[in-house]
Every structure is written in C-alpha cells, then in structure tokens.
C-alpha cells in the first residue's frame, strides 16, 4: 500500500474507537490504499493516540505478531461495519459477528485511578499491556455501536470517491458529507473546479 505523506498520517476522527481502528486504511477504493499501521512503532503511536492505553503505558511488548492481530480485527471491524452501514440491514455474515462476539468475550484491560503529582485524577493500566485485552476492548465498542440504534443511526459512509472511511454524524441536521472536510472535501472541491474548468474550456 501507498503512504502519501498527509494521508499517511493517523486519524481519530470517526468518533468511536472502532472506527478509528477501520480508519487506520485510507483510500480502500483506490488503485493504491494507504497503510497507516506498517510497523509495530504506527501501531504503538495509535494505541497512545486513540487513547486506548493511558498515557505513559510502556508498549515494548508490541511487535509484528501484534500488527498481524489489529490487521486481522480491522479487517474484521471493516466488513462487519460495512455490511450493517452500506448494505442492508443484518447483512452482516454470522460467522463474522461470530469472530467478533469471540474477541469481545477476553477480558478488556484493567485501570485504575490515581492522582497525578498536581492533584488531578488519571487513568493508569495494570501490569503489561495485552494484545488479547485491548483488541477485546475495540471489539465491545464495535457491539455497543451496532447494537445502539442512535449511535448506529448517526454512521455515515464517506462521499469521497476513493474513500469507504464510516464515521458518526453528529453535525447539526445530520448533514457531515466527508470523513474529514480538509481531505475528502478538499478533493471534492478542487475536482468540481476541475470540472468546471474544462467545461467552460469545451464550451
């Protein structure tokens, strides 16, 4: 897969965790979809970056055989996200929602509270890192979204034309078109000029 260097980058924009994991592809609908997790150390900056390890968590333990396993869940989360959103209702495969329901049965990471050096309360984890527990984690995101009919009322898929990216509309009168107004949109907009441009030249 491409990596274009602003496409490259990471994104936790769909409003749920997720997404944000099924958003780590870009471009799915193009000749050349970008890879956003290639390494273990993209996928280290994601888990700190979605947020779903506490900040300062040692994450050494995160290697390809942890990469293969988030490949393998996103791929996942992608076609069971795709066939509820896009397709019809309950056209996700049962063997599908099966393999999801089996990832959300491992327990989910163990945090704790405890106050920070200037008062403030934060979130810390318990022990090492588990590849098992955090991918339980994204999974029981992915059976509240789905099962939560406001929630899964507000998924959009993105308009952008090589894009499949879902995301949660939850803009004033449900009108968000794009995954992202700055990437998508921008392209929509300078195709339009583009349009625009040749048929004024052809007329």
Known sequence: MAAATASYDLRFDSG??????VATVGGRLSEEPVERLDTPERLRAWLAGSGLVPGGTGLETVDTGWLGRFHAARALLHRVVHAEVVADAGAAAD???????????????VVRVVRAPDGTLVRTGVG?????????????DAVDLLTDPVARGQLRQCEGETCSLVYLDT????????????????RERVARHRRRAVASQAS
């Open 16 to 21: 749920r965790l997720c997404l944000d994991l």
């Open 171 to 186: 803009s004033r009168g449900r009108r968000r078109r794009w995954c992202s107004s700055e990437v998508c949109g921008n």
């Open 128 to 140: 090492t890192p588990d590849c098992g527990a955090l991918l339980a984690r994204i999974a029981r």
């Open 95 to 109: 063997p599908d929602l099966e393999r999801l329901n089996g990832l959300a049965s491992t327990a989910p990471p």
